[in-house]
T-cell receptor, first 115, second 115 residues
Framework: GAVVSQHPSRVICKSGTSVKIECRSL??????MFWYRQFPKQSLMLMAT?????????EQGVEKDKFLINHASLTLSTLTVTSAHPEDSSFYIC???????????FGPGTRLTVL | GENVEQHPSTLSVQEGDSAVIKCTYS??????FPWYKQELGKGPQLIID?????GEKKDQRIAVTLNKTAKHFSLHITETQPEDSAVYFC??????????????FGPGTRLSVLP
């Protein structure tokens, strides 16, 4: 149980385009999901906290107009990287908070490469 | 805010030996301490966790100890195997507003188990 999926696993796009990443909790409902960014050989950096039916809470330094988050249902959150640039290239990972526990379960990650 | 330090950054052990990774945290309000294993190109996988009302927890070859007074916790892996090779992240978490646990991750430890 507690499986989280992400789609796509890899995406390559041209500079200036927008990219949408989906995060789904497959066997549980997640009122809260988190989006992280990870650079090579570095730790996970929290970008935003996504709550179903409300606006996401962004961490300091993360542009909310650049990284659009929508948590429209209890099993789906999306992250849209708008007008992507090469510096947005990174590994994006979502996690879902399993209610009734203290635990976050992570998705497999999405490798974004912006040319 | 919370700050989590992790040592060592890299660790090489011979197959069959034990490995110990140590983390310290700064926020006394933190009450949940998970450990994640991340293999190359994949999302983090929860391997063990401990809550602040417990001093030690064991699951087969993996154990975690917590010293709340000193604000440090450690991961112990016994009888290491090559498949234990990965990056390990510790995290400290405390409830933040109504959004459940807010995880702060350590910088990670790259464990290499040499056959």
């Amino acid at each position: 149980g507690a499986v989280v999926s992400q789609h796509p696993s890899r995406v390559i796009c041209k500079s200036g385009t927008s990219v949408k990443i989906e995060c789904r909790s497959l066997d549980f409902q997640a009122t809260t999901m988190f989006w992280y960014r990870q650079f090579p050989k570095q730790s996970l950096m929290l970008m935003a906290t996504s709550n179903e039916g409300s606006k996401a809470t962004y961490e300091q330094g993360v542009e909310k107009d650049k990284f659009l988050i929508n948590h429209a249902s209890l099993t789906l959150s999306t992250l849209t990287v708008t007008s992507a640039h090469p510096e947005d290239s990174s590994f994006y990972i979502c996690s879902a908070f399993l209610g009734g526990t203290d635990t976050q379960y992570f998705g497999p990650g999405t490798r974004l490469t912006v040319l | 805010g919370e700050n989590v330090e992790q040592h060592p950054s890299t660790l090489s052990v011979q197959e069959g030996d034990s490995a110990v990774i140590k983390c310290t945290y700064s926020d006394s309000a933190s009450n949940y301490f998970p450990w994640y294993k991340q293999e190359l190109g994949k999302g983090p996988q929860l391997i063990i966790d401990i809550r602040s009302n417990v001093g030690e927890k064991k699951d087969q070859r993996i154990a975690v100890t917590l010293n709340k007074t000193a604000k440090h916790f450690s991961l112990h892996i016994t009888e290491t195997q090559p498949e234990d090779s990965a990056v390990y992240f510790c995290a400290a978490a405390a409830y933040r507003d109504n959004y459940g646990q807010n995880f702060v991750f350590g910088p990670g430890t790259r464990l290499s188990v040499l056959p």
